[in-house]
């Protein structure tokens, strides 16, 4: 899917396509790569009136306001910020994660349906919280196939391809993949972010080090891996081997909203400062390896 440049006064490195934003130059000016797949809230019509549940209900699947972290945080970075919802499709599941209680395109199989699944958070959700199911009906197989290849793999071809990019110009690509979580407990006790790498699988263990370190200057508990490791953008597009690094973070949505956990609230100043010492940490992590590249 093409995307276009959008309208307004830095309208050069804002590029939009059906499904998501990309900000940032063509080619990237930075090794660290953002990304927020949870936030999006343009809601399609045929989304809507296949609805079970109120609208308002499907606000439990979002990140909820993620992006705007990650938009007053960015500089040169070159960032994606997905505009449908996760309820549409999630872009954090893989292609084959197809929920058979929902989804007529969901590949039999002998093998026990994932916990993921078993929730209905495959890759087009059946469930939402305590609202319950999602849909009046079950979905064809063609339509699940329409939102995959309308918004699933052009968001991951994207992705990969501005990480190529960054690998090539600075030998090595970092992605920070921005989400947001429930409050995990008291707040005095509890971590308020949890970076995730795959239990190192996705991304080297000095960069977990790095952000670890940043927010306890912060003041912030951190605890990784726990209960967040990374879902399947992490696992797609990271490959330490090759120096393409990938690390999921999950800010505690009590950080930067509102006490009802719904709108920006007082303490996204403090979450934008947050995640701008996570990337100059990261980018400074990876700098010997972007020099010895240039």
Same mark, same amino acid.
């Given at each position: @899917? ?44 045929? #989304? ?19 992006? &705007? =972290? ?18 549409? /499709? ?19 199989? !002998?093998?026990? #349906?994932?916990?993921? #699944?078993?929730?209905?958070? !495959? ?24 939102? =995959? ?9 994207? =992705? ?8 090539? +110009? ?10 947001? @979580? ?8 509890? &971590?308020? #972010? ?18 670890? !370190? ?5 003041? /912030?508990?951190? @605890? ?18 090759? !120096?393409?690094?990938? =690390? ?24 934008? +400062? ?15 390896? &972007?020099? &010895?590249?240039?």
């Amino acid at each position: @899917m093409p995307l276009r440049q959008c309208d307004g006064t830095h309208s050069h490195d804002v590029v939009t396509g059906e499904s998501f934003v990309r900000h940032g130059a063509a080619e990237p000016r930075s090794p660290v790569i953002l990304s927020v797949p949870h936030a999006g809230r343009d809601y399609p019509d045929a #989304l809507r009136a296949a609805l079970r549940v109120p609208l308002a209900a499907l606000r439990g699947l979002e990140d909820r306001h993620a992006d &705007a =972290i990650a938009l007053a945080a960015r500089r040169d970075e070159t960032l994606f910020v997905a505009t449908r919802p996760r309820a549409w /499709i999630d872009l954090n599941r893989a292609e084959h994660e197809r929920d058979p209680r929902l989804d007529d395109g969901a590949w039999p199989h !002998g093998a026990p #349906l994932s916990a993921k #699944l078993r929730s209905g958070l !495959g890759l087009v959700p059946r469930r939402v919280g305590n609202a319950g199911d999602i849909w009046q009906r079950r979905l064809s197989a063609d339509e699940v196939q329409q939102r =995959i290849h309308a918004d699933h793999r052009p968001w991951h071809a994207a =992705i990969d391809a501005v990480l190529a990019s960054a690998r090539a +110009r600075f030998g090595v690509a970092v992605l920070l993949d921005v989400h947001s @979580m429930p409050p995990l407990g008291n707040p005095a006790t509890a &971590a308020r #972010l949890v970076p995730g790498d795959r239990f190192g699988k996705s991304a080297a263990g000095r960069f977990l080090g790095r952000i670890e !370190g940043v927010a306890r200057a912060h003041g /912030i508990r951190t @605890m990784a891996n726990t209960p967040y490791s990374g879902g399947h953008i992490l696992e797609r597009h990271g490959d330490p081997r090759r !120096g393409v690094h990938a =690390i999921q973070l999950e800010f505690d949505r009590a950080l930067y909203l509102d006490p009802a956990l719904d709108q920006p609230g007082p303490g996204l100043a403090t979450a934008v +400062r947050l995640l701008r010492d996570i990337i100059d940490a990261v980018a400074d992590e990876a700098l010997p390896g &972007a020099i &010895a590249a240039e």
